[in-house]
């Protein structure tokens, strides 16, 4: 098995080492202010929702914030002028908005030397043609990533967790971002109520089938956190939660099933340590991180 990391696609595509920098649009979600849906996805919590759009400061100060956030990860030797970044706009659905005004945002970030690549967070319905030729024009500049929450092929977990928007919505807009050359990146939980194996394997191996070839991937745990509509869920039915060890077994046969190609983004949550409710395991993350590594190491052999 082999296992093409985020970090290693990195250092291939842009010759370094890279940190994320994480930005904010100011977008909301289509999912709570009722144009798709209200109430949002069952496992998304309020706060992190981005529910209402909320006034962000400008770009410029953003990018310097964030890059003294991540100095310290630097070798110390390392020149000002050789650090990259990419711009990370990961919080709510970062195409819900003006055109021209998120067109701003964006390329005050890509025109900006220190940054290598834009990597955007969103919803497959939230791709309109203005969007997709904006995405188009900043894809000429430099490497743009559109990650998709799509979290299973099935429709009855995508009802169950109100995604707002069915597998054929995804499909249509993975083939236009494809058709204009854009890296797509998947956002997959396992272990979302209801769902076996199987049924996640299905998801993993659609996506490893999908044509043209899918670029990236993120693979979540799912995460149930304090004042969402998952956590009142399972209070009042609970639903089976994944050990360590189910979770790593799964993992593993995911890795197993995508081509060498898809770059693994993640392999694991990393959700809100004051707000996690279950799985509890998850918050030792140096023991989750040693497991899942440790059992990649055995599959490897
Ligand atoms: S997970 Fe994303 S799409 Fe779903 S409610 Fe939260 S912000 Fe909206």
Redesign the pocket.
Known sequence: MIIRTLSDYCKEKFGTKVYRLSLSTGCS????DGR??R???S??SEG????FATKVKPIEEQLEEAKDRVKSKFPKDIKEEDKKYIAYFQ???NTYGDVDRLGRIFKTAILRDEIAALSI?T?PDCLEDDMLDLLNELNKIKPVWIEL?LQTIHEDSAKAF???YSLSVFNKAYIELKKRNIEVIVHVILGLPGETDKDMYETVRYLANLNPKLDGIKLHLLHILKNTRLEREYREKPFKILSLDEYTEILINCLRILPESVVIHRMTGDGDKRLLVEPLWSADKKRVLNTINKAIREAKR
């Open positions: 979600c289509p999912n709570r798709a849906g109430g949002g996805c496992f998304c992190g929702s981005g529910e919080s709510f659905t967070g919803r929450g109100n995604r707002g």
